[in-house]
């Protein structure tokens, strides 16, 4: 079974410039988790859909970030316009809402450097 | 809202002892509780989970952890460490509305 997919990998670009990120959780998963990794700390969540539903997106910084997740499948992470603090590793996990537990399998991240 | 401690930012230990991480929690429900482990350039892989029952339980590469709710606890635990544990280590609590917060998380170091 092939795990959550994530790309690019890694990305360098200067501030101000637009960025996307995207992802494609595992096979049946219908939740999907956004996540910043700053160095050194641990992940914190972005959003979190459930399907095509955003159910949890307080922590999004709204002015320059935005998400979708079409169809309840993919989903891409974007921001328009960088910053130097937008460096960080951005994390994409899925779960199978089963039971409610909320078990979370993580993609390799994608490492976001702004110049 | 929920919240993790894991008091050890690094932690080293030699090859074939063994080693305890620590994590607490701040929920004022039954929580569900992960350790994950980070390698270097990778994501998270679960380790282990404790939702109900037995709080002493199993996870991959021998890893297992307690939860002690009069603590708030849930301390993870291996009795002979391998050079490849070497990782960052994160404890979670997860709530049943789907929310999960992350701890800092420990780096272990292992000497030959």
């Known amino acids: 079974e092939a795990g959550v997919v994530q790309s690019p990998r890694y990305k360098i670009i200067e501030k101000k410039q637009p960025v996307a990120f995207w992802c494609n959780p595992i096979?049946?998963?219908?939740?999907l988790y956004w996540y910043r990794q700053n160095l050194g700390q641990g992940p914190e969540l972005l959003i979190r859909?459930?399907?095509?539903?955003?159910?949890?997106d307080s922590q999004l910084p709204k002015d320059r970030f935005s998400a979708e997740r079409l169809k309840g499948v993919d989903s891409t992470l974007k921001i328009q316009p960088a910053e130097l603090g937008d460096s960080a590793v951005y994390l994409c996990?899925?779960?199978?809402?089963?039971?409610?537990?909320?078990?979370?399998?993580f993609g390799p991240g994608t490492r976001l450097t702004v110049t | 809202a929920q919240s993790v401690t894991q008091p050890d930012i690094h932690i080293t230990v030699s090859e074939g002892a063994s080693l305890e991480l620590r994590c607490n929690y701040s929920?004022?429900?039954?929580?569900?509780l992960f350790w994950y482990v980070q390698s270097p350039g990778q994501g998270l892989q679960l380790l282990l989970k404790?939702?109900?029952?037995?709080?002493l339980v199993q996870g991959i590469k021998g890893f297992e952890a307690e939860f002690k709710r009069s603590q708030s606890s849930f301390n993870l635990r291996k009795p002979s460490v391998h050079w490849s544990d070497a990782a960052e280590y994160f404890c979670a609590v997860g709530t049943n509305a789907g929310k999960s917060t992350f701890g800092d998380g420990t780096t272990l170091t292992v000497k030959p």
């Open positions: 859909y459930e399907n095509e539903e955003a159910v949890d």
């Open positions: 404790y939702f109900s029952g037995d709080t």
């Open positions: 096979s049946g998963h219908n939740t």
């Open positions: 929920y004022g429900a039954t929580p569900y």
């Open positions: 996990a899925s779960s199978l809402t089963t039971g409610g537990t909320y078990e979370q399998y």
